[in-house]
């Protein structure tokens, strides 16, 4: 039997042969769907991610007689590393992600090639998967194999588990999504707190104005960073970043689907709402030519879509916890589903990713009739 042998990532070449890695492992999976090439190729290069200005990379291709069998990536953060501790990274923490690989002995040889890069550059201790920013697809999946992913989510083969976990690693958080029917009205409970909303003149649900979307995007951001300050695993985005965020996400923003909560005029809650952008690009194959830009291009002027995704919600700490935030979070949901409803022919709703230990996300969920419809587990391991 020929050799397994591990090699680094270094020319543009490497990189185009990782991302290929991704589509030639996955490709007999009927729910994985294709990321777009070039935005795969993209977060890869640090001339085109934001995140490489305060992080740190290095792939991994593993070859056998010639032929790909598998792919990984280590790398740290140095954000995350001056979190404290019992948040979730902090001192010492690296990472590992886009980990494919054709069978358990690469699978291992992989995640030992990371790691002893991690250790190299004085990591003590490693997180995976996270691929690989958490604002982009942390975990691994271990419940929802059954079905495709939303946008910006990402699917991993069952098999994978086993292997991770065989390696060493222990579970360390898990991430939820839920879904719902929204088709449907929510319970009375919710109906009669939203209606009490609206005659509250304190309160003001609008929606965003995509004319002002750096106005606009400016005040989502500073919500979220008081809301998300103390969640584990929260690394504020930098500049860069919110640059590639805007110019990723722009064409898919309309202004029904993002609400900002005012009280007493001032912005106190957000709810973010994608048309699911998978369903689009899934029969593409990672191509936008000859003619896959074009269809794109159709579809983006007013999507027809079966799901929504909510990736992002936040009410500002001062109001956690209240009736007040309950309140403004049930009543933003449900102009959105009118709308999602209504505007794009959605029927089906996914709200997440959710921490296993946001009580306040999970009883919203759990009140508006949703149900956990896919687990992301990240894993943990002292090196």
Not at 141 to 163: N, V
Request: glycine share 8%; aromatic share 8%.
């Amino acid at each position: 039997m020929n050799a397994l042998t591990i090699r680094t990532v270094s020319t543009r070449a490497d990189r185009k042969a990782f991302i290929d890695i991704g589509f030639k492992l996955n490709a007999d999976d009927p729910h994985w769907v294709p990321p777009l090439k070039q935005e795969a190729l993209g977060l890869i290069t640090p001339e085109k991610n934001g995140w490489f200005s305060h992080a740190r990379a290095q792939l991994f291709i593993a070859e056998r007689g010639g032929t790909a069998v598998g792919r990984i990536s280590a790398h740290l953060d140095t954000l995350a590393l001056e979190m404290p501790a019992g948040r979730g990274f902090g001192p010492g923490v690296g990472f590992w992600g886009l980990f494919d690989a054709t069978d358990e002995s690469v699978a291992h040889a992989l995640i030992a090639q990371a790691e002893a890069w991690l250790r190299s550059e004085g990591m003590t201790r490693a997180l995976g998967p996270v691929s690989m920013s958490i604002w982009e697809e942390p975990g691994l999946l271990i419940k929802g194999h059954d079905h495709a992913p939303t946008i910006m989510m990402g699917h991993h083969p069952a098999r994978y588990q086993g292997w991770i976990e065989a390696a060493g690693y222990a579970p360390e958080k898990q991430l939820m999504t839920y879904e719902l029917d929204i088709t449907k009205e929510f319970p009375p409970i919710v109906q009669r707190i939203v209606a009490a909303g609206e005659k509250n003149a304190r309160i003001r649900i609008r929606e965003v104005d995509r004319t002002q979307f750096d106005r606009e995007a400016a005040i989502i951001l500073a919500i979220l960073n008081d809301a998300w300050a103390d969640n584990w695993g929260f690394v504020p985005l930098t500049p860069p970043e919110i640059a590639d965020v805007g110019k990723k996400l722009k064409p898919i923003v309309f202004n029904d689907l993002i609400r900002i909560a005012e009280l007493d005029g001032e912005p106190v809650a957000f709810m973010i709402t994608l048309p699911d952008l998978n369903e689009a690009i899934a029969p593409l194959n990672g191509n936008l030519l000859p003619f896959g830009w074009a269809k794109l291009l159709l579809w983006l002027r007013r999507p027809r879509v079966r799901t929504m995704r909510v990736p992002l919600m936040g009410v500002v700490k001062r109001l956690q916890a209240s009736r007040m935030a309950s309140q403004l979070a049930f009543m933003m949901i449900e102009y959105i589903r009118r709308a999602s409803v209504a505007n794009y022919g959605a029927s089906r709703g996914e709200i997440g990713w959710v921490l296993d230990d946001n009580q306040g996300m999970n009883a919203i969920a759990e009140t508006i009739d949703s149900k956990v419809n896919r687990i992301y587990q990240i894993y943990a391991k002292p090196l």
